[in-house]
């Protein structure tokens, strides 16, 4: 269903992957998928990530994101790697992304709930982890992590 949502959005089908020339201080453009077998989330989580700019000005994105039980959500971000909290778009919440070598902090709040994750990708950028610790939160909380594999490259439209 995901992967529909964002295929429609996107217009496109699967691509082969081609590694674009970039900087490697920001996350790869294109979709990255939640490998749930690798990840250290809420049980039936399920999430795709179209990740539509990154470069050394913008960081734009969407996620839809689904849970056992629950509906579809939509998020999207539009800011930059400057460690200023904007707002996220279909969710009551601040997220502030910065770049830290090769490393992206991201960190943001929620109502009374704080986060703060730490992303890298491997060498090839076909995986990013993130990995990060909720403050705030009654119930399962503490710390996660979210692995995402990188499926295929925004369409060219978007040039």
Request: hydrophobic share 40%.
């Amino acid at each position: 269903m995901l992967e529909f949502v964002l295929g429609a959005l996107l217009g496109v089908q699967s691509v082969p992957a081609s590694l674009p020339a970039s900087d490697a201080a920001t996350i790869r453009e294109g979709m990255w998928v939640l490998n749930t077998d690798r990840s250290k989330v809420e049980d039936g989580k399920r999430q795709i990530m179209w990740i539509v700019r990154s470069n050394q000005d913008d960081f734009v994105l969407v996620i839809a994101e689904a849970s056992d039980g629950a509906p579809l959500r939509l998020l999207t971000w539009n800011g930059r790697y400057d460690g200023v909290k904007r707002p996220v778009l279909g969710a009551p919440m601040e997220v502030g992304v910065r770049r830290n070598g090769e490393t992206i902090n991201i960190f943001g709040s929620a109502g009374a709930v704080t986060f703060s994750e730490h992303c890298r990708q491997n060498a090839e950028r076909t995986q990013l982890r993130c990995e990060g610790v909720r403050q705030g939160v009654e119930g399962p909380g503490g710390t996660y992590a979210e692995d995402y594999d990188w499926e295929r490259p925004n369409p060219d439209v978007l040039e």
